[in-house]
């Protein structure tokens, strides 16, 4: 008899190192540019003390499954090596069950190392490994007993993709997606099918904009689009200024608090895997919206993905501390 789990998470797992150093330099190059971090090439830079820890998608969301009180597994390819290893034990300290990773004979364990500066934003320079080569024929679908799936990037992989969503509908399983790069350069049209199936859609602004071909500034266009193509419930995270949820005519913001951000990698999967803990707890979005601020802003105010997950679920008090009003489309 397989095990049971509130949530899986399926996606991309990678070990992170994160670097900070004074001598980082951002530059403004002009109006029409995005500001560059600038090194000196040939020269040597001092960072301060690196942080490692284990990375992607499938493991941050399951950390914070976990923490909430939630049980969780995580379906993600590593290698057979020293650094799957480190990655299958971070999560396991996390509270996560290992016993879903798939280990790959020939890849590598992916790899990312984030050059960070003192206002939290970050250049990532990635090598996806085995996590990007992750098959259908891998997944041990008879032990796929849950609640809820939550799937991060998946590489675009639409076969794997559309054999998720039948798995999940044959079982009954409520699915959480939140597309990589590669599923949001499809575009609605191809998606739509996948979308209907999908509970909840967790994206930030820019990513949105990215789906739907719309300039970000359209918010409400892109929501209204969204709501329409999605089978369940759309967030949009819009960094500093909150966030948004929409079903049906539905519609609710939450007011961001007054946080200074230390590093903002995993804001994203925080919040959408909170909003989810949320829904399955509360089963109410505005419980869930607040849940999710407390828990991205919490993650922003330290270095690395995980280290600022909540420990536990928040009470009343502490929720109600997160203004959510409704939101008109």
């Known amino acids: 008899m397989y095990m049971t789990f509130d949530v899986i998470t399926i996606g991309a797992a990678v070990r992170d190192v994160y670097v900070q150093s004074k001598d980082f330099i951002v530059e403004n190059r002009g109006t029409d540019t995005l500001p560059e971090a600038c090194f000196l090439?040939?020269?040597k830079l001092e960072i301060d003390s690196p942080v490692f820890s284990s990375g992607g998608g499938a493991t941050n969301a399951a950390a914070t499954f976990a923490h909430l009180?939630?049980?969780t597994a995580c379906i993600a390819k590593i290698g057979k090596d020293g650094t799957g290893k480190d990655?299958?034990?971070?999560?396991?300290?996390?509270?996560?069950?290992?016993?879903?990773?798939i280990q790959s004979e020939k890849e590598q364990t992916g790899y990312s190392t984030l050059l960070t500066t003192d206002d939290g934003r970050r250049t990532a320079l990635v090598y996806r490994g085995a996590s990007a080569t992750l098959q259908a024929k891998e997944i041990p679908w008879e032990r796929i007993h849950c609640k809820w799936l939550y799937m991060s990037s998946l590489s675009g992989n639409i076969p794997l993709l559309k054999k998720i969503f039948a798995h999940a509908a044959t079982q009954d399983i409520h699915v959480t997606w939140n597309p990589g790069a590669a599923s949001l350069r499809l575009g609605l049209n191809k998606?739509?099918?996948l979308l209907k199936q999908t509970d909840i859609l967790s994206l930030n602004r820019d990513e949105a904009a990215q789906l739907t071909r719309l300039v970000p500034s359209d918010l409400r266009t892109i929501m209204k689009r969204l709501t329409e193509?999605?089978?369940g419930s759309v967030v949009i995270t819009d960094g500093k200024h909150g966030a948004y949820t929409s079903r049906g005519q539905q519609c609710y913001f939450a007011y961001p608090s007054n946080v200074s951000p230390i590093n903002t990698t995993g804001a994203g999967d925080a919040f959408?895997?909170?909003f989810t803990a949320g829904m399955i707890v509360f089963q109410d979005p505005i419980m869930a919206l607040r849940l999710a601020t407390?828990?991205?802003e919490s993650v922003i105010q330290q270095v690395g993905a995980k280290n600022g997950i909540l420990n536990r679920m928040p009470g009343s008090r502490r929720l109600g501390q997160i203004h959510v009003e409704p939101y008109t489309l």
């Open 41 to 43: 090439l040939g020269g």
């Open 69 to 71: 009180g939630l049980k």
């Open 87 to 101: 990655v299958t034990e971070d999560i396991h300290s996390h509270g996560v069950y290992t016993t879903l990773m």
């Open 191 to 193: 998606l739509k099918p």
């Open 229 to 231: 193509c999605v089978g």
């Open 272 to 274: 959408g895997s909170a």
């Open 294 to 296: 407390l828990n991205a």
